[in-house]
């Protein structure tokens, strides 16, 4: 009888494989006769219970963010359990494709990290916080699926909601009863958050000339056009005083966003004056007690009104 004994370091591949089978083969020669037939042994030790874990984190460099800054992103996946895991993909909305890395591989205590930037759009300040999830996927040496996920929150600058109204006039001054004045009113988002459902008032716009409802992202400008014609009752008060109003809401917090713009058009210098005409019929008379009839007509031919005429 002959005794062996040796020692083995157990390696990550045997903790995968969940067991460590291992055989022994021996043989020898006989002195006389035949050799005896080779025999084997078998030893089948367990490794410890596969426990795979997967641990994600992902941080980003910047806080209240403005319209096309680079934010700056970096995912961590570390392999938290005992067994590799292989296959490992990232799921990230924000990432591009060809920041993504190929599918990888980490053993336990392994770690992979990706940096990518993310450029901050309208609509993510209009949400006023970007939030992003990472979702790192992969299998382990039974084929099952380990996923692991972290969220990061990045705060959009302060909302700043703002419109401005200009409204101008063509013509502008000495204008008579008839003359038709064309008006343009400009709406312009001067905010940083896009404001929706804008309606524009207007005492001297007719109905068919008001604009639908309409949405402005900012910087954007919505240019609205319409005619009116001067009235006797305009020329009589000089000036044509005119506001528009633009109302609408922003979008991050729904609260009115509201702005005027105001117009003023002079009328033609005041020339009042009258003119009187008197006939009688008939113009002849043959005798005392006929009658006559006087036709007296009196005649604004200024351009103002004129009221408490005595005659």
Known sequence: ????????TVTQADIDAGEIVNTVTANATAERGDDPAEVTATATV???????ALEVDKIAFDQKVSLNDEVTYKVIVANAGNVTISGITL????????DAPEAFTLAPGARKTITYTYTVTQKDIDNGTIVNTVVATGKDPSGEDV???????ITAEDADAALTVTKTADPAEDVAAGTEIIYTVVVTNSGNLTIKNIQLTDA????????AAFTLEPGASRTITYTYTVTQ???DEGQIINTATAKGQEVRNGKDVEKS????VTAEDAAAELSISKTAAPETVNAAGDKITYTVVVTNTGNVSVKDGVL
């Open 1 to 8: 009888e002959a005794e062996f004994t040796y020692t083995y």
């Open 46 to 52: 367990t490794a410890e219970e596969a426990a795979p």
């Open 91 to 98: 799921d990230d909305a924000l990432m591009a494709d060809a």
């Open 147 to 153: 996923s692991e996920k972290a969220t990061q929150t």
């Open 204 to 211: 001297l716009m007719a109905a068919a000339d008001a604009p």
């Open 233 to 235: 009752e305009d020329v």
């Open 261 to 264: 713009g105001t117009a003023t």
